[in-house]
């Protein structure tokens, strides 16, 4: 069982920026590929950004391409989602989760463990 805690989340205004961090409880964290994902209200779970266990590989949702970089130290067992240039369309709960998936999951269905979430809410 692998336990997630988020942190980092907040109030931004549009254009500014925010650092989003993810503990694992375990040390297997660096086993698996590790991914975020975001739920703003009436609106399903979606993809963001995903990081292979080895952080050699990386996958975004084209909404975020250019503007988030994913990033995780195995050592730490942590993982990070940094966000520039935010806008109102960002604005949602964001959730790091952990997949026993082989490959690039990028559906919430292929991930096995997730966090509590944490609110980033960007102003216009």
């Known amino acids: 069982q692998v336990q997630l805690v988020e942190s980092g989340g907040g109030l931004v205004q549009a254009g500014g920026s925010l650092r989003l961090s993810c503990a694992a409880s375990?040390?297997?964290?660096?086993?698996?590929?590790v991914g975020w994902f975001r739920q703003a209200p009436g609106k399903e779970r979606e993809f963001v950004a995903l990081i292979s266990r080895s952080a050699g590989s990386t996958r975004y949702a084209d909404s975020v391409k250019g503007r988030f970089t994913i990033s995780r130290d195995n050592a730490k067992n942590t993982m990070s989602l940094q966000m520039n240039s935010l806008g109102p369309e960002d604005t949602a709960v964001y959730y790091c989760a952990v997949s026993l998936v082989m490959g690039f999951p990028d559906h919430p269905r292929d991930y096995n463990y997730w966090g509590q979430g944490i609110q980033v809410t960007v102003s216009s």
């Open positions: 375990e040390r297997t964290f660096s086993s698996y590929a």
